[in-house]
């Protein structure tokens, strides 16, 4: 399956509880509107299918999609038909065996597990529903429920997290078989609790040096196990990469559903919906934004976008749009091997994935248009 055909995404935005560095477009509710949402969900695609007339990919994310009823799961996939890879993501918590099956049933073919930390106390300080046991059991139970492929989600850079502590959540994941892990270091990010918490010197998240060795000594052991890095924070088994995500980050076109969902239509149009659920349930078809980006605008997601994967920017797709980059800007980071050109595509390699934002940043200074 070609990941350049478009995917769909459908926003699902209740949680049981906010967890503390949550920075998502998400809501507690005690009794959501469910059904409303998924049939303002079902007009929605209605209206702008005839933009994605075969989608390849779906993918459920949230909020908690895992507690999204199954029926209404079921009837989302039989209305956008995807010919491909169907992905949900669950937690610890809100997923149980008989929810695993059904799922399947319903068409779903791979599952993002928020895993996050197998530790207690973490589990405590991120302020997660579920317990550290529940992580567990629901890792084991999805290698038994028959799933195309599914992937572990790992946080690290926790504070006051040991290196033993780390090593642990990785053999946890490691000895599960996972096909696909994505590696997420703690960020706290502005107006969300941890935050805050950060501002106000009430939480110390580890210094720089901690983070790359933790991040390092992560990066040995998934490869150390046959998960190869295709993305800034994505590892994968040979044929196991994310083929829905994998096609926002070499720039393709994709249907954002539901409150807040972005979208790229196959021109280039951005699209996003209004965050409110209860103002998307009551229109369905307004967004709160439709815009086509100029050229430059769109060089510049083509560039953010896919120097993200192992591919690089693709300078051709680039060129096409009347760009290109300085080469003498960049030759500094071509020169010390943390940026390479192979295959028509500037990419990060070696060291280089270390400090990617660095990189990226000096990658949109040497953007220019191309000459004539």
Request: glycine share 8%; with cysteine.
């Amino acid at each position: 399956m070609s990941v350049s055909t478009p995917g769909v995404y459908v926003h699902l935005p209740w949680c049981a509880h906010r967890c503390h560095y949550c920075s998502f477009n998400v809501l507690v509710e005690r009794s959501p509107p469910q059904a409303a949402y998924t049939q303002a969900l079902l007009q929605q695609w209605a209206g702008i299918r005839e933009h994605f007339p075969a989608p390849s990919t779906l993918y459920f994310g949230g909020g908690t999609p895992s507690l999204h009823p199954v029926e209404h799961i079921a009837a989302l996939i039989k209305a956008v038909a995807p010919t491909g890879e169907v992905t949900l993501e669950a937690n610890p918590g809100s997923t149980s065996i008989e929810k695993l099956a059904a799922w399947r049933d319903a068409g779903v073919t791979r599952l993002s597990l928020g895993l996050q930390t197998f530790s207690e106390r973490h589990t405590r300080f991120l302020h997660r529903q579920h317990s550290a046991v529940q992580a567990l059991e629901l890792l084991h139970a999805v290698t038994h429920a028959g799933f195309e492929s599914w992937s572990a989600d790992l946080i690290f850079n926790l504070p006051g997290q040991t290196l033993e502590e780390l090593d642990q959540d990785i053999t946890h994941i490691l000895a599960s078989g996972a096909p696909h892990v994505s590696l997420y270091g703690l960020t706290a990010h502005p107006g969300t609790h941890l935050g805050k918490a950060v501002d106000a010197g009430r939480v110390r998240l580890p210094p720089d040096d901690d983070w790359a060795q933790a991040y390092g000594h992560i990066l040995q052991r998934l490869q150390d196990a046959g998960l190869s890095r295709y993305e800034v924070s994505n590892f994968a088994r040979s044929g196991q990469r994310g083929q829905h995500n994998q096609a926002y980050w070499r720039a393709h076109a994709y249907a954002g559903l539901g409150a807040g969902a972005h979208g790229c239509l196959p021109d280039g149009t951005r699209t996003l919906g209004l965050a409110d659920p209860t103002a998307f349930i009551a229109t369905p078809l307004q967004y709160a934004s439709w815009e086509t980006p100029n050229a430059e605008q769109r060089a510049l997601d083509l560039l953010l976008s896919t120097l993200r994967h192992v591919d690089g920017v693709p300078l051709a797709r680039l060129h096409d749009l009347g760009f290109t980059l300085n080469k003498r800007a960049i030759l500094p980071h071509l020169k010390l091997g943390t940026l390479r050109e192979r295959k028509g595509c500037i990419s990060l390699f070696g060291k280089g994935w270390l400090i990617a934002d660095g990189l990226t940043r000096a990658c949109v200074r040497a953007l220019q248009s191309s000459p004539p």
